[in-house]
């Protein structure tokens, strides 16, 4: 009702900002966009569910987001999927495990350090009861 909807339009709110922030973070850039196909021809027989912080912009706005951990799974899938596909001991390799990580481990402590608890667990019991 009414109220529940004021509290999701403040969910999408506080996650745009997160979001925003993250990808301002230059650290993060090779998570900005979808990977190209053209230019990475096999990355989609590898991952089978690409994610990145455009698309997720873009599922804030269509409402595809019902609390923040259903945002931090999305954090979880780009940093996996970076894993998976960058697996080697080679610098480049190493260095995009490591970006991975920190934008998973940056994620979670903005979230942490600005979110409150009681007001993720409003968004989850509208969420469960739906
Ligand atoms: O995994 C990723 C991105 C990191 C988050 C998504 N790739 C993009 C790189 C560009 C291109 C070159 C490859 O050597 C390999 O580094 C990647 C794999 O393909």
Do not use: G, W
């Not at 979670?108 to 009681?118: F, G, N, R, S, V």
Request: glycine share 0%; charged share 40%.
């Amino acid at each position: 009702e009414e109220i529940e909807e004021a509290t999701l339009r403040e969910l999408r709110i506080f996650l745009r900002e997160i979001c925003a922030k993250l990808a301002r973070n230059r650290t993060f850039y090779i998570f900005t966009k979808p990977v190209d196909e053209e230019v990475v021809p096999d990355y989609r027989d590898i991952i089978k569910e690409p994610m990145d912080l455009e698309t997720m912009m873009t599922k804030i706005d269509q409402h595809e987001y019902e609390c923040a951990q259903e945002f931090l799974c999305d954090i979880d899938l780009i940093c996996t999927n970076a894993l998976e596909y960058n697996p080697d001991r080679n610098p480049e390799d190493k260095i995009i495990r490591h970006r991975a990580c920190t934008l998973r481990d940056t994620a979670y402590a903005y979230i942490k350090a600005e979110m409150d608890t009681d007001f993720e667990d409003k968004c989850r019991e509208i969420r469960d009861r739906r």
